[in-house]
Nanobody
């Protein structure tokens, strides 16, 4: 079974910083695109940032300039460095990965989420 495990969430004051990490583990052939998404009660899960295997990145306008996504293909990990955090960034952050297990398909996998709370 493939697992995506997130870490690094917590409570931070407005203007502060956090680094989220996600590691994909299991019998994996290859990890392709990965990304971070976030969700708050009453709203749909929204994209925060994505990164391709070749390290091309995409950011939501709401976080551009404050968030940096990176990856290590050999370790199957991605990091999300967040700074200048705002209360509006409060959400459960989910890691997503497109993964091949060696079969004919590439499928989406999601982590269980990590809570980020920005509050004074």
């Amino acid at each position: 079974q493939v697992q995506l495990v997130e870490s690094g969430g917590g409570l931070v004051q407005p203007g502060g910083s956090l680094r989220l990490s996600c590691t994909a583990s299991g019998v994996i052939y290859r990890v392709y695109d990965m990304g971070w998404y976030r969700e708050v009660p009453g709203k749909s899960r929204e994209l925060v940032a994505t990164i391709t295997r070749g390290s091309s990145t995409t950011y939501a306008d709401s976080v551009k300039g404050r968030i940096d996504i990176s990856r290590n293909n050999r370790r199957n990990t991605i990091d999300l460095q967040m700074s200048s955090l705002k209360p509006e960034d409060t959400a459960v952050y989910y890691c997503r990965a497109q993964i091949s297990l060696g079969g004919p398909t590439i499928d989406d996998y999601w982590g269980q989420g990590t809570q980020v709370t920005v509050s004074s």
